[in-house]
């Protein structure tokens, strides 16, 4: 069904592969169509508890296909408005924890990609640059919001504007990965990880998802407010019965994701 993408499911978490390994991975306009359509798939599923993006062979993702671009006129709004911004928005619009297993290079888009995600796994040999000045763009698909809520407005800055590789060392130093895994155990700990991810309250991880998002946008009182909105539906959940049931039978909870 998919071309530029693998989509795998087992065990509650769907693993999405971009996958063109010879173009480090970069995106095409299919590719950007089949993420958008694997992520919303995958939302749909209710077998799906946790969502991995990761890049096949030695890079995460290098942004846009510059082969496809080379040359040719290019309404750069409107291919942004057709082709990222609806594959952005449906990260975060995905109502299941989304991992970025950032195996290799993530350069331009595909670097807006990994920070669009709510959780970065780093290999070793992973990093990050936000190459766009070097071809005289500007961080698009939502790197210059997400860059400077994640390591600050500064370092934002002087990323974006050096276009400066950042290695995953310092990628975790500065907030920008949570994890560092070994290139060697990278896949093990990303599933081990995801895993685990996906035998928690799914529904309750998508309620947290969109009520701290929202919050970034809202002063407290609003948040306050969609807090208590949130909760309310938490509470009628399944899962919030077996984890009070499990307390108290001093035994670990299962949950089922509803
Ligand atoms: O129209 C628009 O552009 C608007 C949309 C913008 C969204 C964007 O993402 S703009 C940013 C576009 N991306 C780039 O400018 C990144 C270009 N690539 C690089 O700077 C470097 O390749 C990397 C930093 C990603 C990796 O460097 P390195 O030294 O590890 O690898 P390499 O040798 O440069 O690349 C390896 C291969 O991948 C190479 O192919 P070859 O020569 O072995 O056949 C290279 O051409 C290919 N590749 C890497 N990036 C791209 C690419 N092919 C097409 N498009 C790419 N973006």
Redesign the pocket.
Known sequence: MYQTILYELAQGVTKITLNRP???N??TQQMNKEIVTALKQADKDPDVRCIVITGAG??FN????????EG?E?D?GG??RN??NPMIVQVRETEKPVIAAVN?????????LALACDIRLVSEKA?F?D??I??G?VP??GGCYFLPRIVGIGKALELAMT?D?VSAEEAYRIGLANRVFSAQDFEQEVMAYAGKLAKLPTKGIGLIKRTMYKGLESGLQETLEYEAYAQDIAGSTEDHKEGVRAFFEKRPPVFQGR
């Open positions: 010879d173009k480090f970069a995106f030695k890079s290098a942004g846009q296909d510059l082969g496809e671009v040719v290019i750069y291919f942004l082709r990222y290799g290079v993530a350069a331009g888009a595909g670097m807006s990093s640059t190459v766009f070097q071809i763009l698009d698909s276009g590789k």
